[in-house]
């Protein structure tokens, strides 16, 4: 097997663990959790802030533990953690406790996506990294549409589906541990990199894109909830098209080397703004509904493509920090916005709270990679 497709298919199933079960299941699961444990939406807005804060620490120190330990050992780190917290999940006795296994759950996150690409970046040849990389990437895709049929066979029984992600995240870090080089995450120094203009960039659009995003990550479950009384037959459902839609992520690396970095940006972010107001604001039929969660499947996961290509390119040297300098900045717009949607939804409500959100996506296509990656000639 070539080192892409190894590393590629560890990387791919890694991540759909990690942020399809460990990070974004719990929006899929929340009415239910709610139901169980009476969470509020001001509360599962804390929580799911939390989670987004855990990420931002754990891919900060992912980075550093990368360019120190190398690729194997950290994420083998991750798919522990992952299990870890997913089995605190399924045994949590009280929203305290659900809150501190969310926060570790989704930490994991932030440690698997760094020794990834230090891994493509020592081992990928150079023509393959982009379609790797974004190919591993799109493993959230993956992860997100397995989620909504589990849920609908086990029929909301969350604590089951959270403790049977734990046992398959054990798999898999058993999986990393054979198949990943001990790689390191590049040559240069630790500690921040420069903040050039295309990291400045990077890090505006990807934090006014995550915190757009927790409209429908955090809150998408509650909002066809309302808008179209559906239980967890019809949120799994959504959440089997987001994850589907967002199996267009592969070709991220594809279609920015074919058409640049900045179109394909602007196209995706109006597309995320497109669906969120569609699913927000109570307009959409179940059948756009649906639609509108594949669109923002597609559009997340290209965008993370996007920002993962962006960071890689900007600082070459340091693949690992290239990309948590996009995907931590993500994070931190997601811990700012998932509390503010829910104070908004609680308040004005979810249409108010979801046209401001669709805005903050437009406001993101106002940034530009410009020279960091062009389209390829003609």
């Not at 932030?110 to 020592?122: H, I, N, Q, Y």
């Not at 734990?166 to 630790?190: C, F, K, Q, W, Y």
Request: glycine share 14%; with cysteine; aromatic share 8%.
């Amino acid at each position: 097997m070539s080192p892409a497709l190894r590393i590629g298919t560890v990387g791919f199933c890694l991540i759909a663990i990690c942020y399809g079960f460990a990070r974004f299941a719990f929006g899929l699961f929340l009415p239910q959790i709610d139901g169980d444990l009476d969470l509020g939406p001001s509360l599962s807005g804390i929580i799911s802030g939390g989670s987004f804060a855990g990420y931002c620490i754990a891919i900060v120190a992912s980075a550093a533990l990368t360019e120190r330990f190398g690729a194997r050992a950290v994420t083998v780190g991750a798919a522990v953690v992952a299990g870890v917290g997913m089995a605190g999940i399924a045994l949590a006795p009280s929203p305290l406790i659900l809150a501190a296994a969310v926060v570790v759950a989704g930490s994991s996150t932030g440690l698997a996506s760094p020794p990834m690409a230090a891994a493509v970046a020592a081992a990928v040849r150079k023509s393959r990294q982009d379609l790797t990389n974004t190919v591993i990437n799109s493993g959230t895709s993956a992860g997100v549409a397995l989620s909504g049929p589990i849920a609908l066979a086990i029929a909301g029984q969350w604590r089951l589906a959270f403790g049977a992600f734990a046992a398959v995240a054990v798999v898999l870090a058993i999986a990393a541990a054979v198949s990943l080089p001990a790689s390191r995450g590049g040559e240069g120094a630790g500690g921040l990199p420069p903040m050039s203009g295309p990291v400045m960039r990077l890090i505006s659009a990807s934090f006014l894109m995550g915190a757009a995003s927790t409209a429908l990550w955090s809150f998408g479950g509650q909002l066809v909830s309302q808008h179209l009384g559906w239980g967890p037959t019809g949120t799994g459902i959504l959440w089997t098209c987001i994850g589907a839609g967002g199996i267009a992520g592969a070709w991220a690396g594809t279609l920015v080397t074919r058409l640049g970095l900045d179109r394909v940006h602007r196209a995706f972010l109006g597309l995320m703004a497109a669906s969120i107001v569609a699913l927000g604001s109570g307009i959409a039929s179940p059948a756009l509904a649906l639609v509108s969660g594949a669109l923002f499947g597609a559009a997340y996961v290209m965008l993370t493509g996007v920002y993962l290509v962006w960071g890689i390119h900007a600082l070459p040297a340091r693949p690992a920090t290239g990309l948590m300098v996009g995907f931590l900045t993500i994070a931190v717009g997601q811990t700012a916005g998932a509390p503010v949607f829910g104070l908004l939804m609680a308040g004005p409500g979810a249409e108010p709270a979801a046209l401001c959100f669709a805005a903050l996506a437009l406001l993101a296509a106002g940034f530009r990679a410009r020279s960091v990656v062009t389209a390829a000639p003609a």
